[in-house]
């Protein structure tokens, strides 16, 4: 069974990553979702139990779509049982950024776990988490980037901040 882990921050999730996943699933037995703190971004929007639960809701029908969490890609990869980790590339800074984590992944796990790469859909190649989050702090409309449930789920989080 071929499996492989897609690690992120996905705060929150969109649908430039969901591609990425949907793709990985055309060539995987079973694809793991990892939501993992990235420790060089200091602020979140959604904490990683929320994203989790997000996640397991956007996948609850798809029983080859596994959701998990952890510190290191490197660790989560390996209890699971996956050879490998995939990441989506928007650009040439995404490619950069990315050879360096993977030649990083590839020395920490002696070679145990190689890093596949998949281009971005042309037209999602501008979606970030963060452009999702400053256009939904600006009110703008982020239907285009989001899952209607993701979307969902901010508007309660900001009438949620909104209260308290
Ligand atoms: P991280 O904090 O690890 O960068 P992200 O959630 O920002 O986590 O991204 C996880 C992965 O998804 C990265 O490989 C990133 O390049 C990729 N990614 C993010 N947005 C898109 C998109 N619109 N299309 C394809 N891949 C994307």
Known sequence: MK??????????????HMHI????SDIFDEVYIGV????????FFFTIEERLEMIKQLYENDDRIKVVTGRKAVSVASEYGCQYIIRGLRNTIDFEYEKNIAEINQDISKNQINTICLFADS??????????RELFQLEEEIDKYVDFGVKEKMLRKRREKLWN
């Open 123 to 132: 037209t999602l190649s501008s979606v970030s988490s963060s452009t999702v």
């Open 21 to 24: 996943i949907s793709q990985a």
């Open 36 to 43: 993992l703190q990235n420790l060089s971004k200091s602020s």
């Open 3 to 16: 499996k492989v882990l897609f690690p992120g921050s996905f705060d929150p999730i969109t649908k430039g």
